[in-house]
């Protein structure tokens, strides 16, 4: 691709920012509108958590056979249909005549949505080739990430209250069709070098996994967790897993490549991922819930509630990005894993919601903590893998965080119908440990040691000055 203007790749990063925000917004946004649908829809607790985690497993389970498509046959190419797709099903949403029809077109939203995220994120990797710049601009990436995710209850919550819950949707549609001219006019065509095949077993497999486990989650407390249906569901999730990683490592271009995970910082950042947004997804379910079941608020209400949260998160995420590429990941970890695991405590051990001003600091820390992660999982993913791999690279990063986000919503919402309502709370304390423990492992001498042997097997050595390095040494 030839050398882009700053001027043009700054436009470039604009517009792929404008297609991740949509989709982002649109995973949290639905919580506030949980409520109003309820009521129009006559739903139960589970029907609810299906209209998030059906948008949230079909996204995840596409997000790398997107990615590596784009890689193959075009990467604006498949940008462009994941921004048509996604803005029809948004539309098709907000025209839902049941619950059942919503969770269909909240899957049309999730197949373009697959093709969004991962794309853009290699079509960021490859506009900007100096090393310090790419840090920025992935570190921009990761807070529009975090804005959009805090700000998704105050959207929500603005428009539930002045248009009602199908206005959420209508958002979608003239951010994705500007997007789309956009792009068409100023975004360059590019894919990798070497085409990769395409791993129908494989993306069988994932699907398989991730369908079965969150169905077993979700509805195992109605079912029953020892009846046939909910234990044959985690069953074929344990055989997909075996089988998924027996067969990719004989496939000579495998959907999920299995030696990414022989890098500990890959491998942490995928834990990290899956750790902050389970207790994103569940902070924002629970809280949606109480503030209007138990404490009788408006969805306007609800979402300015939780201002603060969002409020700091807009601080911290640009701030998150700037430490990510001049300090590199460490110490933004360490702060999101320590300031989520201190919200979590203020839950579960001070009983926060007993008291507004306990409330209030707890949001704000959540608030802080969340707007630190989520530069450092991108970084962390993509940094010392070839150029070639980027695309794979990050899509295994947002397939990440979407599994976290559709766990947290299944767990704490089968939790939460099993009457354990203080577990809820220490569930989302422990993630926030696991990101400061894995923060911890995964930002030293000896993790980039291990990163950078794993570079070395997937890409000959002629090929070595392409690999990524983002953020400080």
Known sequence: MPELTYRRRMLILAICCMSLLIVSLDNTILNVALPSMQKDFHASVSGLQWTIDAYLLVLASLLLLSGSTADRVGRRRIFQIGLALFTAGSMLCSLAPSLGWLIVFRMVQAVGGSMLNPVAMSIITNTFSEPRERARAIGVWGGVVGISMAAGPIVGGALVQSAGWRSIFWINVPVGVAALVLTARFVPESRAQRARRVDPVGQLLVIALLGTLTYGIIEGTSAGWGSPLIVGCFLVAALSVAGLAAYEKRRVDPLIDTRFFRSVPFSGATVIAVSAFAALGGFLFLNTLYLQEQRGMSALDAGLHMLPMAVMTLIFAPLSGRLVGTRGPRIPLL??????????????????????????????????????????????????????????????????????????????????????HAGTWWIITGCGASVLVFGVLTTGRWARGTADRTAGLLTPEVEDASRITVGAS
Do not use: C, E, K
């Open 335 to 420: 702060l999101a894993g320590t300031a989520m695991t201190i919200s979590g405590v203020l839950f579960a051990g001070f009983h926060a919601q007993s008291s507004d001003t306990r409330l209030y600091i707890a949001y704000v820390v959540f608030g802080i903590g969340f707007g630190f992660v989520n530069a450092p999982i991108t970084n962390t993913a993509v940094s010392g893998m070839p150029r070639a791999q980027a695309g794979v690279a990050a899509a295994v990063a947002s397939t990440s965080r979407q599994i976290g986000q559709s766990l947290g919503v299944a767990v704490l919402g089968a939790a939460l119908a099993a009457g354990l």
